[in-house]
């Protein structure tokens, strides 16, 4: 793909995108974002339009669509509202270790249903005292006979309120670090499962992040997904496939906060001329412009590493940060460029800026990135 | 039923256009083409009026190679085939109604479904020249369809207000902005387009003299507005009006 050039497939997919989030994201945008609601009126249509699961393979009732064609469309979702794009694309994260470690009875189990109705399924890793440190989880399965039983507590989970089924981490050696650790998919409507309040976050405040706590869940041994100890890396190369999703809505969020930026700049008058003819703002826009485009290829780069069967962790890592780092630069920009405009909700950007913190932190923190990229530099 | 819906290739309503070097034209390079929003209207209703009654809606346009891409897309909101006449030097429209009427001859279909314009030259004549062309009864600038037996009921837009013509199938319909409001192409409508079949056709093969008769000669833009003006009193307006404006 090194002509840059997307397919007629591609824009087709962009073009619906774009659509839908201008016309139906962007009209709920600012109504999720003050009241916290669940979008489930956007998410129906998205499921409708086939926008959600896409990437599920053809043979469990999916499109099949690659990775590049779904960081094209997140792109586009992100543009319309990060927190409603999160809430839509958060159960590709909990199917994708499903996807690349699920035996065909998971994926059928699993995947299937996805097809044919509306499900939401969760990515339950993170914990109160365990985020970036994966390997200092707590939440312990310990083997009974034909069951594993589950106890522990998961902490900002997306989607959790939502969920038919969690993909969870556990350690099953608890001395082992992260070899000591498994995969289980954990239906929500057992005995044990509860599901804490929604929380109230800065930003991306339509996606509904909760803690969920396991108490004596008696878990199938089916659901284990690959072997025991496998779950580090089940988890970790999940993170290859999310990573270039999740940048790819920083990018469509720093694309939208650089055009509100743009016609604002057009728009206002100061000292007799329009804002950007004071080169102290044309210039943060044009720096908006270049990082909008580098995060973009970097994106497209990681996606399309992954549809060629290669291993892509030190860009998407490249990706996940520059986008990260950007989007929430550009946002704080953007706001800078409004003035006292800009730090007002009747404005579109401070919601930006909200919304554009947590990119450097979920998937991954925008330090972690770096501790893959200099391990990566440094290795051997 | 077999509906036939033309699609017309045309540059984004939304793209800042140019006028071409030679003032003899609009500079298409680089600009973003999409389907014409009427015609998209005139797919809908097809495909709203095939869900009803069953049949089919093949889905045609003239023009260059790339035109199959806004065939796709009518494909992928769910029509069932398309037909693409190749054509890559100027047309006027009798030339295109001189096409379409083959195309028509050949698939035989009891409606063709036609935006009332294209929003790019505006010229609101391929349509009644086909009709003409075919001795085809017509019906523009529809805002409500219904069929019952051979019969075609429609509601348009006139000056005074809304007129209702029956029109006896096979005929030319022609749709105006408030008929329907398109539908999205689904995800798997799009992926299902691929394997639609487009049929090719070179317009030369029709041995048809497409010489346009009409040239389009010179462009220009309109001239740029004038700022308006606030005058203090209605004295002054009188004035203006008279003396400036010179309209009273």
């Excluded at chain 1, 409507?189 to 869940?217: W, Y």
């Excluded at chain 2, 487009?198 to 462009?219: C, N, Q, S, W, Y």
């Amino acid at each position: 793909m090194i002509g840059f050039e997307l397919s007629e497939d591609q824009k087709q997919l962009r073009h619906l995108a774009h659509e839908f989030a201008k016309d139906e994201i962007r009209k709920k945008a600012a109504h999720y974002d003050e009241t916290g609601d669940w979008p489930s009126d956007v998410l129906g249509k998205a499921f409708e339009l086939g926008l959600v699961n896409a990437h599920i393979p053809t043979e469990y009732g999916g499109l099949g669509l690659g990775a590049l064609d779904g960081a094209i469309i997140e792109e586009e979702l992100g543009w319309g509202c990060t927190g409603i794009a999160t809430a839509i694309t958060a159960n590709s994260l909990a199917q994708i270790p499903v996807i690349v470690a699920g035996s065909d009875e998971q994926k059928r189990k699993w995947l299937a249903p996805f097809a044919s109705e509306h499900h939401i399924c969760a990515y339950a890793v993170t914990e109160p005292s365990a985020g970036s440190d994966v390997a200092a989880i707590q939440t312990i399965a310990v083997k009974k006979g034909d069951k594993y039983v589950l106890n522990g507590q998961k902490m900002w989970i997306t989607g959790a309120g939502h969920a038919s089924w969690y993909f969870v981490l556990a350690k099953t050696d608890k001395d082992a670090g992260h070899k000591g650790m498994s995969a289980f998919i954990v239906p929500k409507n057992i005995p044990g499962v509860t599901i804490g309040k929604k929380e109230r976050n800065m930003g991306q405040c339509a996606s509904d992040t909760r803690g969920i706590t396991f108490e004596d869940v008696e878990i199938p041994v089916e659901n284990l997904l690959g072997k025991e100890g496998d779950g580090f890396v089940i988890a970790m190369k999940a993170f290859d496939h999310t990573r270039p999703l999740v940048a790819a809505a920083a990018v469509g969020l720093a694309r939208a906060a650089m055009e509100h930026a743009i016609s604002y700049a057009k728009e206002r008058k100061t000292f007799g001329k329009p804002l950007w003819h004071h080169e102290g703002i044309s210039f943060m826009i044009a720096d908006m412009a270049s990082d909008v485009e580098a995060s973009r290829l970097l994106v497209w780069k990681s996606a399309s590493l992954l549809d060629q069967k290669k291993k892509n962790t030190l860009v998407a890592a490249y990706a996940k940060r520059f986008a990260a780092d950007s989007a929430m630069r550009i946002a704080t920009d953007a706001v800078q460029v409004f003035g006292g405009n800009g730090f007002n909700r009747e404005y579109p950007v401070e919601k930006l800026m909200r919304d554009a913190k947590i990119f450097q932190i979920y998937e991954g923190t925008s330090q972690i990135q770096r501790v893959i990229i200099a391990r990566e530099l440094f290795a051997g | 039923m077999k509906i036939l819906v033309t699609v017309k290739r045309v540059t984004d309503y939304e793209a800042r256009l140019k006028i071409k070097p030679s003032g003899e034209g609009i500079e298409t390079d680089g600009v973003n083409m999409i389907a014409n929003p009427f015609d998209e209207i005139a797919v809908e209703e097809a495909l709203r009026l095939v869900e009803k009654h069953g049949g089919e809606v093949c889905v045609v346009s003239v023009g260059a190679t790339e035109a199959a891409t806004q065939i796709r897309s009518a494909l992928a909101m769910g029509a069932d085939r398309g037909v693409l006449v190749l054509h890559d030097q100027p047309l006027d429209c009798s030339g295109i109604s001189l096409l379409l009427e083959q195309v028509a001859l050949q698939e035989k279909p009891d409606i063709i479904l036609m935006g009332k314009q294209a929003v790019d030259d505006d010229s609101h004549q391929v349509a009644e020249m086909l009709a003409e062309r075919l001795g085809f009864g017509q019906a523009t600038q529809a805002n409500k369809i219904s069929i019952e037996g051979n019969l075609a009921t429609v509601a348009r837009e006139a000056d005074g207000g809304i007129e209702t013509l029956g029109v006896q199938l096979p005929c030319v319909i022609t749709t105006d902005l408030r008929l329907n409001t398109p539908r999205y192409a689904s995800l798997p409508g799009i992926m299902k387009a691929k394997k639609k079949p487009i049929d090719e056709k070179k317009a030369a093969d029709f041995g048809l003299d497409l010489t346009p008769k009409v040239r389009m000669t010179h462009f220009e833009f309109p001239p740029k507005k004038q700022a308006g003006q606030i005058v203090p009193d209605v004295t002054t307006l009188l004035a203006k009006l008279r003396t400036e404006a010179k309209v009273l």
